[in-house]
């Protein structure tokens, strides 16, 4: 489960998470639904992201390398790009409209 400790609410109950370099690269690329997807780096930097080939929009959190939030990208949608200005270790790739949900916002801590 995801979680927003500094909230207390539930992100997500299930999720995939992407350690390898082909998880990482094809993330949703093909997907016919969204998914809760979470990326973990080897260490923190600026990771910028694409929707090729993704067909829906989604919301990102980008957390530091003690899971506090970042930076936050909703309504991402599909065929453009993104470039966090924040460095991160984690990326949660979430369905729309699961942060407005969880109230999470800059700052929160988030496990999993």
Do not use: Q, W
């Not at 929707?51 to 003690?66: A, G």
């Amino acid at each position: 489960m995801i979680k927003n400790t500094t909230r207390k609410t539930i992100l997500e109950k299930k999720y995939k998470i992407c350690k390898n370099i082909f998880s990482k690269t094809l993330g949703l690329m093909f997907s016919t639904k969204p998914k809760t997807l979470i990326f973990i780096f080897k260490k923190e930097k600026i990771i910028p992201l694409h929707m090729f080939f993704v067909f829906f929009p989604i919301e990102v959190l980008f957390l530091d390398k003690n899971k506090i939030v970042a930076e936050i990208k909703e309504n991402f949608k599909p065929f453009t790009f993104y470039s966090p200005r924040k460095k991160s270790k984690y990326i949660i790739e979430l369905p729309k409209d699961s942060i407005k949900k969880s109230k999470t916002k800059i700052n929160d801590k988030i496990i999993f």
